[in-house]
């Protein structure tokens, strides 16, 4: 019998003690545990999700299990929110089991029912489950944040003429003298540190032949602005950042995406561009840094769609203040340790991209400017 949502006097709104953060990790590692136990990869991962999220630390090993009834009996005085991403950490952690059993896709379904959450990406999980990859790409393309093509978010990344939220547009010289300009900014701005970004990676600007889509472009920005490089394991902290950083729970499709991409290989192809890389989830440290990113989009100040914000209004502010604004918060002491590098740390950047940045500078007849570590710049 689902356990009804409070009304909004009767809501607990206040972060979980730790009583209730054992129930959270008791709840979502008895979700997703296959025959067996929790893999090594989910007890890193639920366990650096609690860490990150609540600030109490949980060893998930050897949890008690609880069943989906109890669990959200427990939370009965939680919010549809709150419910949603706790259910949202479920998905994340049946996600990244290959073969995804569909004894834990089913379990996954009847806790979000008991709690009365309805997220689409549970259908995804269902058909990676089956081995149904087809329809689960589809299911992507027609339910994932990102399916429709908002007029609004058209503006924002100067794109009137999109049919398809992640296709490229590669004949538009006005888009790309907008993106060129950003070249003349000083150093320390948002929109320089971009067009280094773009420049040191041998990246093509939008509205150019061989560029990615516009609306992917978007996260490149949040690359300087969060301190991320460009390694795959770095896609993996973006979009996790970018994910959270969103009120709105079908944003949560965006990180559903990237580790089908890059963990499993379930998804083939996403966000116009990418292509399937599986296994850099697994990395040392990779579990810790994703929570981290996680936690970090949590705190931005307020709800902030980073996918639908006009970048080039904020281009000249220097990147320091444009963070202040949005309240980005540092990466944690842990994620650091683990190796999470920014786009002009050693580490953040791949061996592909300095020599296409080489052979970029080659073709248009102008001297290589080799990358660097340059703190300035982030």
């Keep these: 019998?689902?356990?009804?949502?409070?009304?909004p006097a009767d809501e607990l709104l206040t972060a979980?003690?730790?009583?209730e953060v054992a129930m959270l990790a008791r709840g979502m590692t008895s979700a997703i545990a296959p025959d067996g136990g929790l893999t090594s990869l989910q007890q890193l991962l639920m366990s650096a999700l609690v860490?990150?999220?609540?600030?109490?630390?949980v060893e998930t090993r050897d949890l008690a299990p609880v069943d989906a009834a109890e669990f959200a009996k427990s939370l009965a005085a939680r919010n549809l929110a709150f419910r949603t991403r706790i259910v949202q950490n479920m998905i994340l952690g049946e996600l990244i089991l290959e073969p995804l059993p569909a004894s834990v896709a089913t379990r996954v379904r009847e806790f979000a029912a008991e709690l009365c959450v309805d997220d689409e990406m549970i259908s995804v999980a269902e058909s990676y489950a089956?081995?149904?990859l087809d329809v689960a790409a589809a299911d992507f393309?027609?339910?994932?944040y990102l399916a429709a093509v908002d007029p609004d978010r058209l503006r924002a990344v100067h794109a009137d003429a999109l049919s398809q939220a992640w296709a490229a547009i590669t004949a538009d010289p006005a888009l790309a003298a907008q993106w060129t300009a950003l070249e003349t900014l000083p150093v320390g701005s948002l929109g320089r540190g971009v067009a280094d970004f773009y420049r040191d990676r041998g990246f093509v600007y939008p509205g150019l032949p061989g560029s990615a889509p516009p609306l992917l472009a978007q996260h490149d920005w949040v690359h300087v602005l969060a301190g991320y490089g460009t390694t795959l394991e770095n896609e993996l902290e973006v979009f996790a950042f970018i994910a959270r950083a969103n009120?709105?729970?079908?944003g949560f499709s965006l990180l559903a995406m990237i580790v089908s991409l890059f963990e499993t290989g379930n998804l083939a192809s996403g966000a116009g561009l990418f292509e399937a890389s599986p296994g850099?989830?697994?990395?040392a440290g990779m579990a810790v840094r994703l929570a981290d990113a996680m936690r970090r989009g949590a705190l931005v100040r307020g709800s902030q769609d980073f996918l639908g914000v006009d970048w080039f209004t904020l281009a000249d502010r220097q990147v320091a203040d444009v963070r202040s604004d949005f309240g980005v918060a540092d990466k944690s002491p842990d994620a650091l340790a683990a190796g999470s590098r920014g786009s002009w740390e050693d580490g953040g950047i791949t061996a592909y991209q300095l020599n296409a940045s080489r052979e970029a500078?080659?073709?248009?007849?102008?001297p290589y400017i080799a990358w660097k570590p340059d703190p300035e710049r982030t």
């Design 1 to 7: 019998m689902p356990v009804v949502l409070p009304s």
């Design 16 to 19: 979980p003690d730790a009583d």
């Design 51 to 57: 860490r990150a999220m609540t600030g109490f630390a």
């Design 130 to 132: 089956e081995g149904a």
């Design 141 to 144: 393309a027609r339910n994932g």
């Design 247 to 250: 009120d709105d729970p079908r």
């Design 280 to 283: 850099h989830l697994r990395d």
């Design 361 to 366: 500078a080659e073709q248009a007849g102008r």
